[in-house]
T-cell receptor
Framework: ETGVTQTPRHLVMGMTNKKSLKCEQH?????MYWYKQSAKKPLELMFV???????ENNSVPSRFSPECPNSSHLFLHLHTLQPEDSALYLC??????????????FGPGTRLTVL | LAKTTQPISMDSYEGQEVNITCSHN???????ITWYQQFPSQGPRFIIQ???TKVTNEVASLFIPADRKSSTLSLPRVSLSDTAVYYC????????????FGAGTRLAVHP
């Protein structure tokens, strides 16, 4: 248990569906992240929020829409996804984005399958 | 951001010491070296971080030579539960801690 929770843990959706992934951190951190991990590919950073402001969008398609309503919660809204978007989506958080020693705490991930 | 190179896979046996070396030839002055561990279907977990010389914690040791162009993660007396993927990352000081993961090293510990 890392202090970062993600729901749902598994999600199957059709290409026309709209769904949302939720991440919550109980660590009092100031930065939150979304990563994508596809089979046989390294983890890819998707979005970074620092103090509730998006500071990084790593060329992610618009069918992925992040939302950070407060420093404890992060959402990833999904719509009209493609089968190649099937992956493990990981959320992470870290404290004090200005410090060098900035360990990231990862959640367990949401295993997404797009049919 | 400095690119890292590490072996794709390694094999070991229970009770042995495992050393995983990572090269980062273009590491910048303000970069730190960080290692994460990932088990299947789980998020990565921080293991250790260092800037130079040697760092040790309850899990591992990290050796960094003076030129900082490489680093070695040392896992003492591994067990089956240490079977995982180990990532070496170079992290710039400050900012929002952007982590760029490579393929990592897949360590298999055998009985």
């Amino acid at each position: 248990e890392t202090g970062v929770t993600q729901t749902p843990r598994h999600l199957v959706m059709g290409m026309t569906n709209k769904k949302s992934l939720k991440c919550e951190q109980h660590l009092g951190h100031n930065a939150m992240y979304w990563y994508k991990q596809s089979a046989k590919k390294p983890l890819e950073l998707m979005f970074v929020y620092s103090l509730e402001e998006r500071v990084e969008n790593n060329s992610v398609p618009s069918r992925f829409s992040p939302e950070c309503p407060n420093s404890s919660h992060l959402f990833l809204h999904l719509h009209t996804l493609q089968p190649e978007d099937s992956a493990l989506y990981l959320c992470a958080s870290s404290q004090d984005p200005g410090r060098a020693y900035n360990e990231q705490f990862f959640g367990p991930g949401t295993r997404l399958t797009v049919l | 951001l400095a690119k890292t190179t590490q072996p794709i896979s390694m094999d070991s046996y229970e009770g042995q010491e495992v050393n995983i070396t990572c090269s980062h030839n273009n590491i910048a002055t303000n970069d730190y070296i960080t290692w994460y561990q990932q088990f299947p279907s789980q998020g990565p977990r921080f293991i250790i971080q260092g800037y130079k010389t040697k760092v040790t914690n309850e899990v591992a040791s990290l050796f960094i030579p003076a030129d900082r162009k490489s680093s070695t993660l040392s896992l003492p007396r591994v067990s089956l539960s240490d079977t995982a993927v180990y990532y070496c990352l170079v992290v710039p000081e400050g900012g929002y801690n952007k982590l760029i993961f490579g393929a990592g090293t897949r360590l298999a510990v055998h009985p």
